[in-house]
């Protein structure tokens, strides 16, 4: 279904920063929001977490992109006001979005509560709603969003420490309780101390595993585990360490977004294990049988989280105090953060304060 024309969309006045062509440069923006439907919540944003898709999306890497594009996909905020049916939040309660605002909710996936692989899924931006305008995320002031989609955030989290678990925190929870990689005691490997590795890292220790991050920095082993909480540490470019550790883990959760050699990791597996590949690399990898045929292992492939994995996650992180680490930014300041994040120079997340440093955009 085609956008429809700016003239046709909405009344309701919002604004935040868009980019407006593949430069991925991002400014002030004026747009506008449905109003509040009877299933609907209105969101007054807090904070937003920038992540690699984010980067992806503005630059149009997937080939994709319509612009003028809102990015934002680790929303979190206030509920300011809800529709006449909506049963789920109250006013003033704190709720988060994430990349789902809607499905078709009758095929096999969303039946199944795996409604992020919905053919029919309306993604936070990018997208198009089922009234026919373009879906805007959440480097904005507000949002509306259907009930289902809307996560209640749990009172313990920190709201900007919590926002990249959205995103990052569920594309590595589901695919470790998936794919049974949630098991006290396991031993799982970690590839990658990024936005996606550092949280694998505590979610697999709030699971109770021993936990081995893998990379190709020598320089990162400090923080992992001293930081982090990791058990031990492997560079992945010496020989040595790795041929020691073959065999040695139960599972491997692999974060890095760009293609690299997999067949040394797989070696690292006892038998009968698997290599998840969550790091979005828009590549394809060589896979070697060799290692896969002689100890019958498996790599496998995960994205995201459905919206009922995504409320159990932050429920989870709750329980265990599982947050990101984060550098708050102003909003001012996203251009030079999404520089950053192509050079992957943040430790770990950048979250932005929307709530204090969102302007609206100057008369014209």
């Not at 920095?217 to 073959?246: C, W």
């Not at 294990?273 to 498996?298: H, Q, Y």
């Not at 984060?326 to 950048?350: G, H, L």
Request: net charge negative; glycine share 10%.
């Amino acid at each position: 279904m085609a956008a429809k024309p700016s003239e046709e969309r909405h009344p309701v006045t919002a604004y935040g920063w868009a980019a407006r062509d593949s430069s991925g440069i991002l400014s002030p923006f004026k747009f506008s929001r449905r109003a509040t439907g009877d299933h609907d919540v209105r969101i007054k944003i807090l904070y937003c977490g920038i992540c690699h898709s984010d980067l992806q999306a503005v630059k149009n890497e997937m080939d994709f992109t319509a612009y003028p594009i809102v990015p934002g996909l680790e929303t979190v905020g206030i509920a300011t006001e809800v529709g006449s049916k909506v049963t789920k939040v109250k006013v003033g309660e704190k709720v988060a979005v994430g990349i789902i605002v809607g499905s078709c909710g009758e095929c096999n996936e969303c039946v199944n509560d795996r409604d992020c692989y919905c053919p029919k899924m309306i993604t936070a931006y990018g997208g198009t709603d089922r009234d026919g305008t373009p879906t805007y995320g959440g480097f904005s002031n507000d949002t509306v969003v259907n009930e289902n989609f809307v996560f209640l955030f749990p009172g313990k989290l920190s709201l900007a420490g919590g926002a990249p678990l959205l995103n990052a925190g569920v594309t590595v929870y589901s695919p470790m309780r998936f794919y049974g990689l949630d098991k006290p005691g396991m031993h799982l490997g970690v590839v990658g101390v990024g936005g996606l590795g550092h949280l694998a890292v505590k979610f697999a220790k709030a699971f109770g595993a021993k936990v081995t991050v893998i990379s190709t920095s020598p320089s990162k082993k400090d923080e992992a585990i001293n930081v982090l909480g990791a058990d031990s540490f492997l560079v992945s470019r010496d020989t040595e360490q790795m041929q020691a550790a073959t065999a040695t883990l139960d599972g491997i959760i692999d974060t890095v977004p760009v293609v690299h050699p997999i067949e040394p990791l797989l070696w690292l597996l006892k038998n009968h294990s698997k290599l998840v590949l969550v790091g979005d690399t828009m590549g394809s990898f060589e896979l070697p049988i060799t290692p896969l045929a002689w100890g019958r292992r498996s790599v496998a492939s995960s994205i995201g989280g459905s919206t009922k994995e995504t409320q159990e996650m932050l429920d989870f992180a709750a329980e265990h105090n599982v947050t990101a680490n984060v550098e708050i930014v102003p909003m001012d300041y996203v251009n030079t953060a999404m520089e950053r994040v192509e050079k992957s120079d943040v430790r770990y997340r950048f979250v932005i304060d929307i709530g204090n440093t969102l302007v609206p955009p100057p008369e014209s």
